[in-house]
């Protein structure tokens, strides 16, 4: 003899029943923090090698080129602060695989870490990246463009090459 219509919806309404508790019951006792990014490590050090091949001649040579190099990496890291939770997420796998190893060699043919990193060679790399056949890497490395010249011209010290006289003073 064979299950009923009745038994059948009974059943099936009470395994939904139990599968709703136990779905409540698991997001009560997993509650996720949302993680901000964190920008420090190899990541810190792979965007130390990348932003002065974005920018090129923009630097200044010499006595102040560490500092605005400093200032334009923490503004990076600013404006990633900046973005939705989820295009952070994306920002931070973008920097996870820049500094794991074996996906920095594939992806970029940069060996030894970014500390050691030629500047030819990483020069090499971003163009690689933006005309690469894979819409993924380009978009990488648009991200990473966006960011650092976003930051590096947000500083005041980077106005006055481009002849930008900063925002209007407040009329008295």
Do not use: C, N
């Not at 409540?24 to 420090?40: I, K, M, V």
């Not at 695989?97 to 870490?113: C, E, K």
């Not at 490395?141 to 011209?153: F, I």
């Amino acid at each position: 003899m064979g299950t009923s219509r009745r038994t059948f919806l009974k059943a099936g309404g009470l395994a939904a029943l139990a599968l709703a508790a136990g779905g409540a019951l698991y997001r009560t006792t997993h509650t996720e923090t949302p993680q901000r990014f964190a920008l420090d490590g190899e990541a810190r050090a792979a965007l130390h090698a990348i932003a002065p091949a974005i920018l090129a001649g923009a630097l200044p040579q010499g006595a102040g080129r560490e500092a605005a190099l400093a200032g334009t990496i923490d503004g990076v890291h600013a404006a990633i602060l900046g973005l939705p939770p989820a295009t952070q997420k994306e920002v931070q796998d973008l920097f996870g695989l820049l500094a794991l190893a074996p996906a920095r060699r594939l992806l970029t043919g940069i060996s030894g870490g970014w500390q050691h990193a030629r500047s030819e060679d990483v020069h090499t790399f971003l163009q690689d990246w933006r005309l690469h056949r894979l819409g993924l890497l380009r978009s990488a490395y648009h991200a990473l463009h966006d960011l650092v010249l976003g930051a590096w011209y947000a500083q005041p010290a980077s106005w006055a090459a481009t002849g930008y006289p900063g925002p209007m003073k407040a009329l008295s």
